[in-house]
């Protein structure tokens, strides 16, 4: 099975490439290897893990997510860090988290209420740094981690009472996107997409949070949006840019497999390839 390749440009072509199935399977990502800014590394995004959930006949959400970090053991070249767009059950992930062989960089779900939102930036303060959305720099690229899930609500919101802080998310990314300047790719990743023509969508964004946010993107545009909660593969663009509502590594909806994604940031954007641990 071929490469998955994306690009801003290639990507509306090879969304329907994947649709026909091409997207799965083996076969190495190509990448070119500059050094300093600019330059090609991995890092992997396991979407939705919901470890505290025990399906009936299956392996537990510990044990599937031990599948997950065997796999990205095995990966060559080693990722860089692991992205984790919420749903976790952190009283479970506090168990796994030393486990975890790569710097990790979760962000919260629906799943998370505040009391686990709180014991989450305890877990890893610096990442945190107090609040529950945040960014950082890797190698002179720019990751910003939204926190879009409130508690319980499935669908998604920039702003809520079970957020810390409870408003200003808005403010702050728009903040971000006006320091951009200097980074040749920018990603970011939360856990509600938002639902691609901007309809009203139980699952997804708010509509008037999905309207802003897909302005943003559009005038921005940035190299790529991973978010979960959809529990099966969706990928999309947002006026070109590519947008990948993930499938969770604890189970899916249509019998999908349940797996993670490699990116590989390239000099053209990033290359995304899902890899089953089913
Ligand atoms: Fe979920
Ligand atoms: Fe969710």
């Given at each position: 099975?071929?490469?998955?390749?994306?690009?801003?440009?290639?990507?509306?072509?090879?969304?329907?490439?994947?649709?026909?199935?091409?997207?799965?399977?083996?076969?190495?990502?190509?990448?070119?290897?500059?050094?300093?800014?600019?330059?090609?590394?991995?890092?992997?995004?396991?979407?939705?893990?919901?470890?505290?959930?025990?399906?009936?006949?299956?392996?537990?959400?510990?044990?599937k997510f031990r599948r997950v970090i065997a796999?990205?053991?095995?990966?060559?070249?080693?990722?860089?860090?692991?992205?984790?767009?919420?749903?976790?059950?952190?009283?479970?992930?506090?168990?796994?988290?030393?486990?975890?062989?790569?710097?990790?960089?979760?962000?919260?779900?629906?799943?998370?209420?505040a009391e686990s939102r709180e014991r989450l930036?305890?877990?890893?303060?610096?990442?945190?740094?107090?609040?529950?959305?945040?960014?950082?720099?890797?190698?002179?690229?720019?990751?910003?981690?939204?926190?879009?899930?409130?508690?319980?609500?499935?669908?998604?919101?920039?702003?809520?009472?079970?957020?810390?802080?409870?408003?200003?998310?808005?403010?702050?990314?728009?903040?971000?996107?006006?320091?951009?300047?200097?980074?040749?790719?920018?990603?970011?990743?939360?856990?509600?997409?938002?639902?691609?023509?901007?309809?009203?969508?139980?699952?997804?964004?708010?509509?008037?949070?999905?309207?802003?946010?897909?302005?943003?993107?559009?005038?921005?545009?940035?190299?790529?949006?991973?978010?979960?909660?959809?529990?099966?593969?969706?990928?999309?663009?947002?006026?070109?840019?590519?947008?990948?509502?993930?499938?969770?590594?604890?189970?899916?909806?249509?019998?999908?497999?349940?797996?993670?994604?490699?990116?590989?940031?390239?000099?053209?954007?990033?290359?995304?390839?899902?890899?089953?641990?089913?």
């Amino acid at each position: 099975m071929g490469d998955i390749r994306m690009d801003r440009r290639g990507f509306v072509a090879l969304a329907g490439a994947a649709v026909a199935g091409i997207a799965a399977g083996g076969g190495k990502a190509r990448a070119a290897a500059p050094s300093g800014p600019g330059a090609s590394y991995t890092f992997v995004v396991a979407a939705d893990p919901h470890l505290a959930e025990n399906r009936d006949g299956e392996a537990t959400g510990a044990e599937k997510f031990r599948r997950v970090i065997a796999a990205v053991k095995r990966l060559d070249p080693a990722p860089d860090f692991m992205l984790i767009p919420g749903d976790l059950h952190v009283n479970v992930f506090d168990e796994l988290l030393a486990e975890i062989p790569v710097p990790v960089y979760p962000v919260a779900g629906n799943h998370e209420n505040a009391e686990s939102r709180e014991r989450l930036r305890a877990l890893l303060p610096d990442v945190f740094q107090g609040r529950d959305f945040y960014a950082f720099d890797h190698k002179g690229d720019r990751f910003i981690g939204m926190c879009n899930a409130a508690a319980i609500d499935h669908v998604g919101h920039f702003e809520t009472e079970s957020n810390t802080p409870n408003v200003g998310q808005v403010e702050w990314i728009e903040g971000e996107f006006a320091q951009l300047g200097g980074y040749p790719r920018t990603f970011l990743f939360g856990h509600v997409p938002p639902e691609p023509a901007g309809k009203p969508d139980p699952m997804c964004l708010a509509q008037n949070d999905a309207r802003w946010l897909r302005e943003q993107v559009v005038r921005v545009r940035p190299t790529a949006l991973f978010f979960g909660h959809l529990h099966q593969r969706r990928w999309f663009d947002l006026d070109g840019v590519p947008v990948y509502g993930l499938r969770s590594c604890n189970w899916n909806f249509r019998d999908e497999p349940t797996g993670f994604v490699r990116v590989t940031a390239t000099a053209e954007g990033c290359d995304v390839r899902e890899i089953d641990t089913a």
